[in-house]
């Protein structure tokens, strides 16, 4: 018997860890474990929770009409798996390799009390294209790189060199257990995982995926930034919690041109996956750059849309009232946030992590990263977003703040840009003032 652990693969096509278990011959018993300190209530209640238990209640919906079985628990995993690894005799639990400092500590943890058990834990790549180390060997680097485009270029050789298309191995192929009742019932989940509501959500991800590929993939190079038009893929929720292979998504841009700007945004997602995995100072940032609050008025205001800049409060009430928002304005936001407003990263980057549907703590980290000018290849600190500016030339007739604050409808494409009389700052002001703070900070790191 194999334990195999879903975690952020919340599917049945092209799992490397179906492949490695059929090759293997063995039954398997496949566990889902909401695990506490990642699924509190209150986080499935924001859009990120929603959202991830929407993709469970999914896939147990899949795995139901392979008829295989999905057994859902409540409780720690490192606690969970060895007992059920036990009583089910198992010879060996399997996962997919996931990197961020909890995910690291909890597998660790994991791995220790297995090794007592004498059962050996697997893990296998699944999240990025290029698995890091792999690649790092490839590369034949000391160092981890740090800078995006000699990244890229190495990154776009070895995907050419070494893609393989999305496995054929289905769930059917597998001989599923049902997990020992006194587990099921001494782990029960306390939240109700409801199946989605209709047929057509069961093919969301790969309807969102062929309707992206089919009707825009070909302008996203042009549109991508005019975030009024919903030129992007809308994919990432999908592929951060796994419902969609990242192997699916890159080769259905494989049988088209190349895309090359669609190509650079999967390959900025491995490249953050890639420093997370090798990098110990990915996740440690804010250790060393001390910045504090100026006034946490600014920032409640900054959380609620209600900073009287009219981009700003638009973004922010998308966000808040359905967990999404464009990339140009996630990368305007929080340049607002660290620089105008002088606040450390970490508050946007948890409020993000619980608001957005698609939050992953990677991809999140390393665009707050990027946009405090702190991390690896992030934006000059002296080269400051205005917000004013950037929505003039994303949008320039305002369509995306009459969409989202419609008291500000009335108002002339000319003005709707404009900071309102109650703006809570000065945008040149405080763009000066971030300019002399960050250049300081910097300089002493
Ligand atoms: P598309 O433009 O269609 O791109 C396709 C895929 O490429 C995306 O789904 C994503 O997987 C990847 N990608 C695109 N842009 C980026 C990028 N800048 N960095 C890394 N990967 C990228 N993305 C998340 O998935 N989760 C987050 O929590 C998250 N937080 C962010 C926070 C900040 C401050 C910033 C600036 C960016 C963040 N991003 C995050 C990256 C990016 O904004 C989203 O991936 C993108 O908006 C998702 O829309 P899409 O799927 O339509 O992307």
């Known amino acids: 018997m194999i334990v195999f652990v879903h975690r952020k693969d919340l599917r049945i096509a092209d799992m490397p860890a179906f492949t490695y278990i059929s090759r293997k011959g063995s039954k398997s018993l496949h566990l889902f474990v909401l695990d506490p ?14 959202h991830f238990m ?53 597998d660790g943890k994991l791995e220790k ?66 997990l020992h009742e006194s587990l099921a019932d001494a782990y029960r989940s306390p939240f109700r995982i409801e199946p989605l509501p209709n047929e057509e959500s069961m093919t969301e991800p790969e309807r969102a995926l062929g309707a992206f590929v089919g009707s825009k993939l070909s302008d996203y190079a042009d ?69 504090s609050i100026l006034s946490d008025r600014h920032v409640d205001a900054w959380s609620r ?59 999140n980290r390393g665009g707050w990263l990027w946009s405090a000018s702190l991390g690896f290849d992030a934006a000059p600190y002296f080269r400051i977003m205005n917000p004013e500016s950037q929505s003039r030339q994303w949008d320039p007739a305002g369509e995306y703040i009459r969409r989202w604050l419609p008291q500000l409808r009335a108002f002339s494409d000319r003005d709707i840009h404009r900071p309102l009389p109650h703006a809570i700052v000065d945008l040149k002001a405080s763009r000066a003032r971030a300019i002399d703070v960050y250049k300081q900070i910097l300089s002493s790191a």
Not at 43 to 48: F, G, H, K, Q, V
Not at 63 to 75: I, P, S, T
Not at 82 to 101: G, K, M
Not at 251 to 256: N, P, Q, W
């Open 305 to 363: 849309a209600e900073t009287g800049i009219p981009i700003i409060d638009a973004a922010m009430t998308q966000l808040n009232e359905t967990g999404r928002m464009p990339n140009r304005l996630r990368m305007v936001t929080a340049m607002f946030l660290t620089k105008n407003l002088l606040a450390p990263f970490p508050f946007g980057e948890s409020l993000f992590r619980h608001r957005l549907a698609d939050a992953d703590n990677v991809l």
């Open 37 to 50: 300190v990642i699924l509190s209530e209150r986080r499935t209640e924001a859009a990120s929770g929603r």
């Open 54 to 106: 929407a993709m469970l209640a999914r896939l147990q919906e899949l795995y139901r009409r392979e008829g295989a079985k999905l057994n859902v628990v409540y409780g720690a995993p490192e606690e969970i798996i060895p007992q059920a690894a036990l009583l089910h005799e198992a010879c060996e639990v399997v996962v997919h390799r996931d990197d961020t400092p909890y995910a690291r500590q909890r």
């Open 113 to 178: 009390t297995l090794w007592r058990l004498g059962i050996p834990l697997t893990v296998l790549s699944d999240q990025p294209l290029a698995e890091p180390d792999e690649f790092h060997r490839y590369a034949g680097r000391q160092t981890p790189y740090k800078v995006f485009t000699p990244y890229y270029r190495k990154w776009s050789e070895f995907v050419r060199d070494t893609f393989q298309p999305p496995s054929a191995v289905s769930l059917r192929q597998l001989t599923t257990a049902s």
């Open 223 to 291: 549109r991508r930034d005019w975030y009024a038009t919903d030129a992007t893929s809308g994919l990432s929720a999908y592929i951060n919690t796994g419902a969609i292979s990242i192997r699916t998504v890159y080769e259905s841009m494989l049988e088209g041109e190349t895309y090359e700007a669609w190509r650079r945004q999967l390959a900025w997602r491995d490249f953050y996956l890639y420093q997370s995995a090798l990098d110990p100072l990915f996740f440690r940032y804010e250790r060393h750059f001390d910045l």
